[in-house]
């Protein structure tokens, strides 16, 4: 039977409303990521002897430090290495208070009772919600921004706050302007930073401010920092939990993903407040069975080596320099991010004479449909694109060669700014 013809059945009147219900698989909206790869696809048939630049792709080009690989190789081959971990090994909880205390100078992290591992973050992210969230309380999120949090949050029949991220306000939340009543019945505050997709960093006085805000309206704060390592510019990797009282509010979670290049071993931790950390702990225990062994003995040796993360944040650092400077010599103004791998940049208005962009997916469109140049559109809180400097190119020529070939293609057309 073709999906068509099970819509037929029984079948489709047992789904549960949190994904459509009766109505699940009869959606035919097609969403940002779906049409992204669909004109990439199409891009590519059309002009297939022309490069492709792929300016949207969210993870790392590189493989993990060579370092990180033997030492999995390594463990791997160990026996006592084979069977569960439930949730997770002493060494790699030691490795991450450690690298807390070194990387973001947070002290007085507890091993045992203030750490524990994730099969990476979106995990963590998805099962948080369903410690805290009765149907009618509250999860504040921050848009544009990663919907994970919230998605589940609704599954349980809570609430989902948008706060938008302005320019403006240095792309981070006006807490203040969070109406009082949503602020009494929130239970979760959700934050990212450096922040995906606009690269804005936070300080550590908007972080007390944060502190102080939580304790106020009573509720729990969800620190998500992947690229918390990834800053430049003499900038120094900021933690939440540095701040103080920030243990007492919330938790952080960190992944190796972004800042070792190990997006698919699927490892991070969280840590901070003993009691959330507790029944996160609690939670994940009936998700899942823990990460394999040696992938947290692998990822602890690289905990213990952030020179690892020193490089990989020192290329980037590199490439938005370039894409930074070519975009503005076609007329964009476009600003270096704090952190991040991402590039956020307001679209054009159209093209003097010819095209309008009426959002950042008409640009993000164009940019893939006639450049061959894929991006991220992200129209939440104005129009804008994210570009990424994760894009292919092996060693310091071939990423000049790449950028020097983004401006060529776009100096023959003139934007309208």
Same mark, same amino acid.
């Given at each position: 039977?073709?999906?068509?013809?099970?819509?037929?059945?029984?079948?489709?009147?047992? *789904?549960?409303?949190?994904?459509?219900?009766?109505n699940?698989?009869?959606?035919?909206?097609?969403?940002?990521f779906?049409?992204?790869? %669909?004109?990439?696809?199409?891009a590519?048939?059309?002009?297939?002897?022309?490069e492709?630049?792929?300016?949207?792709?969210?993870?790392?080009?590189?493989?993990?430090?060579a370092?990180?690989?033997?030492k999995?190789?390594?463990?791997?081959?160990?026996?006592?290495?084979?069977?569960?971990?439930?949730n997770?090994?002493?060494?790699?909880? &030691?490795?991450?208070?450690k690298?807390?205390?070194?990387?973001?100078?947070?002290?007085?992290?507890?091993?045992?009772?203030?750490v524990?591992?994730?099969i990476?973050?979106k995990?963590?992210?998805?099962?948080l919600?369903?410690?805290?969230?009765?149907?009618?309380?509250?999860?504040?999120?921050?848009?544009?921004?990663?919907?994970i949090?919230?998605?589940?949050?609704k599954?349980?029949g809570?609430?989902?706050?948008?706060?938008?991220?302005?320019?403006?306000?240095?792309?981070?939340?006006?807490? &203040?302007?969070?109406?009082?009543?949503i602020?009494?019945?929130?239970?979760?505050l959700?934050?990212?930073?450096?922040?995906?997709?606009t690269?804005a960093?936070?300080?550590?006085?908007?972080?007390?401010k944060?502190?102080?805000?939580?304790k106020?309206?009573q509720?729990?704060?969800?620190?998500?920092?992947?690229?918390?390592?990834?800053?430049?510019?003499?900038?120094?990797?900021?933690?939440?939990?540095?701040?103080?009282?920030a243990?007492?509010?919330?938790?952080?979670l960190?992944?190796?993903?972004?800042s070792y290049?190990?997006?698919?071993?699927?490892?991070g +931790?969280?840590?901070?407040?003993?009691?959330i950390?507790k029944? +996160?702990?609690?939670?994940?225990?009936?998700?899942?069975?823990?990460? *394999?062994?040696?992938?947290?003995?692998?990822?602890?040796?690289?905990?213990?080596?952030?020179q690892?993360?020193?490089?990989?944040?020192?290329?980037?650092?590199? %490439?938005?320099d370039l894409?930074?400077a070519?975009?503005?010599?076609?007329?964009?103004?476009a600003e270096?991010?704090?952190?991040? *791998?991402f590039?956020?940049?307001?679209?054009?208005?159209?093209?003097?004479?010819?095209?309008? *962009?009426?959002?950042?997916?008409?640009?993000?469109?164009f940019?893939?449909?006639?450049?061959?140049?894929?991006?991220?559109?992200w129209?939440?809180?104005?129009?804008?694109?994210?570009?990424?400097?994760?894009?292919?190119?092996?060693?310091?020529?071939e990423e %000049?060669?790449?950028?020097?070939?983004?401006k060529?293609?776009?100096?023959d057309?003139? +934007?309208? +700014?």
């Open positions: 039977m073709s999906v068509e013809q099970y819509q037929g059945t029984y079948l489709q009147q047992q *789904f549960a409303n949190r994904i459509g219900g009766a699940y698989g009869k959606d035919t909206n097609i969403y940002k779906e049409k992204i790869k %669909r004109a990439k696809a199409a590519r048939a059309a002009f297939p002897d022309i492709l630049i792929d300016l949207g792709v969210g993870e790392p080009d590189e493989m993990a430090d370092g990180i690989v033997a999995l190789a390594e463990e791997a081959a160990k026996p006592e290495n084979r069977g569960y971990a439930d997770g090994i002493a060494e790699f909880k &030691a490795a991450a208070a690298y807390l205390k070194e990387v973001f100078a947070v002290d007085g992290i507890d091993a045992d009772t203030e524990v591992h994730s990476g973050s995990p963590a992210l998805a099962m919600p369903t410690a805290f969230i009765n149907p009618g309380d509250v999860t504040i999120m921050t848009v544009p921004g990663y919907p949090m919230g998605t589940h949050t599954y349980l809570g609430e989902v706050y948008n706060v938008k991220l302005t320019k403006e306000n240095d792309f981070l939340p006006d807490l &203040a302007a969070i109406p009082e009543d602020a009494k019945r929130a239970k979760l959700y934050l990212n930073y450096p922040n995906n997709p690269g960093a936070a300080t550590a006085d908007f972080f007390a944060v502190v102080a805000w939580a106020k309206y509720v729990v704060v969800v620190h998500d920092a992947p690229y918390a390592a990834l800053t430049y510019d003499g900038m120094k990797p900021l933690s939440f939990l540095s701040v103080p009282g243990k007492d509010v919330g938790v952080e960190h992944s190796l993903s972004k290049n190990m997006t698919g071993w699927r490892i +931790f969280v840590a901070g407040n003993p009691l950390v029944a +996160f702990s609690d939670v994940k225990d009936n998700n899942d069975s823990g990460q *394999f062994i040696a992938i947290q003995k692998a990822a602890a040796y690289g905990l213990a080596n952030p690892i993360t020193e490089a990989i944040a020192a290329k980037y650092s590199r %490439r938005h894409l930074v070519a975009l503005n010599e076609i007329g964009f103004k270096k991010p704090k952190g991040s *791998f590039l956020y940049v307001e679209a054009p208005k159209g093209i003097k004479g010819g095209q309008r *962009f009426n959002s950042g997916e008409d640009f993000s469109q940019l893939i449909r006639e450049k061959l140049i894929s991006s991220v559109p129209d939440d809180a104005g129009a804008f694109v994210r570009f990424s400097v994760t894009f292919l190119a092996a060693g310091e020529a %000049r060669r790449v950028i020097d070939e983004i060529r293609r776009l100096t057309v003139e +934007f309208e +700014f």
